[in-house]
């Protein structure tokens, strides 16, 4: 997203043409920012030759995984609509790694019959639910299990999934006798040691001491995997003052790590190959003035883009088109919704605003429209695909009678 003349364009279309011909709210995308950023984490880790299998968590539009197939790119799913999702756009079977903390019965059934890589167990009842699924279809299933390092990764606490109160993976001790009781089960391959610590992460250092920890649980374990599945989490700039993770560093780690461990690394990056493709165009509906805040009533809601409601999140907002008037009142940019936490920025300064003014909430590629509902009755926006000048409409907007 760059500014031509004072306006705001995607790639080579005006955010206010695409307003024009499709409405708002809307959720645009630009491919050209996808590939360069799939090249890029690709390149940043191209020594350790990764597995990198895209969270669908993140973002599930089909076209969105039909480009990371194209790509080369395996998929992290944490459900059975997730792995369908996968399936359906054409990403390799033994390509994806199936995560989460309750699989269903059947979705573990389904996940065996379909022959995925992995199958990532968070508790020992779930091996057990896939032994019993293995026996009864005489087949060897191959596992990773995640193990929780008790690791703070100093990120939203919500979104922290590596220490020892979160409900992921499992402990140390428990993680070994797991190891111990399994590695010689006739229907079970315990192929990867997987763990994740959360999102966000802008910091090299919490994946060293993560990475510190799996050498001590390896060495403990006296057990070789074929994979290490070092989740994801990388975060992206959300705000000017966020810092940039060093990838650099991060990868000398892995290297330093592998010569140790005769394993593959598998990556499971949602936001820092989505986050920043997407931005969500919005229509001002009304500007209240009161004494000390400017209300800018914007036509998207928290039933849109959740993000800052749920996690308090910060995302940039910037005009379709610059003026030079500053007006230093506060600006609260908030939705339609009859709840104070339908907001998504508070600004000291801001160019003046009219009725009918278009702005583009920044970044909002992961966990934007699969965290969107029909709250307050309200229908979803359309989601659109930018190519150099063309527009490809990827989610029709939801119909208010489709609903009712």
């Known amino acids: 997203m760059k500014f031509k003349k004072n306006k705001l364009y995607i790639e080579n279309v005006s955010a206010e043409n695409i307003v024009n011909k499709f409405g708002s709210p809307t959720y645009c ?159 079970l391959k315990i192929k990867c040691l997987s763990v994740h610590i959360g999102s966000q992460i802008c910091s090299y250092k919490p994946y060293a001491k993560m990475l510190s920890v799996i050498n001590k649980v390896i060495k403990k374990s006296k057990h ?57 165009l919005t229509k001002v509906l009304h500007i209240k003035k009161t004494k000390n805040i400017n209300f800018i009533i914007l036509d998207s809601a928290m039933n849109d883009f959740m993000r800052p409601a749920l996690y308090n999140a910060n995302h940039r907002i910037i005009p379709s088109k610059k003026n030079k008037l500053v007006n230093n009142l506060n600006h609260e940019f908030v939705g339609p919704i009859c709840e104070t936490t339908d907001k998504f920025g508070n600004f000291s300064k801001f160019q003046k605003i009219n009725k009918g003014d278009i702005f583009a909430i920044l970044d909002v590629g992961a966990y934007g429209m699969v965290l969107s509902s029909n709250y307050n009755l309200r229908a979803k926006p359309a989601e659109i695909l930018v190519k150099g000048s063309s527009l490809k409409v990827i989610t029709k907007r939801q119909m208010i009678n489709k609903i009712i």
């Open 29 to 187: 995308y630009s491919l050209k920012k996808l590939k360069e950023n799939i090249k890029n984490f690709k390149k940043n880790f191209k020594r350790i030759n990764p597995l990198i299998c895209f969270s669908v968590k993140s973002n599930s539009n089909d076209y969105i995984l039909k480009e990371i197939k194209l790509s080369g790119l395996g998929a992290d799913v944490v459900s059975m609509g997730e792995l369908l999702k996968a399936l359906k756009n054409g990403i390799s079977a033994k390509k994806i790694v199936f995560s989460g903390v309750g699989k269903s019965y059947e979705e573990l059934e389904y996940a065996i019959e379909k022959k995925i890589l992995l199958i990532n167990c968070e508790s020992e009842s779930e091996i057990f639910d896939i032994e019993k699924i293995a026996k009864k279809k005489r087949k060897i299933v191959d596992i990773g299990i995640r193990l929780n390092p008790d690791i703070d990764a100093k990120t939203i606490n919500k979104i922290s999934t590596g220490k020892r109160e979160n409900k992921f993976g499992l402990t140390e001790e428990n993680f070994l006798k797991c190891i111990k009781k399994f590695k010689n089960n006739k229907n």
């Open 224 to 280: 070789i995997f074929e994979y290490i599945d070092v989740g994801g989490g990388m975060g992206i700039k959300y705000s000017n003052n966020t810092k940039s993770l060093n990838y650099k560093k991060y990868n000398s780690l892995l290297i330093n790590f592998l010569k140790k461990n005769k394993s593959k690394i598998i990556f499971e990056p949602g936001r820092s190959i989505i986050g920043d493709v997407a931005c969500l």
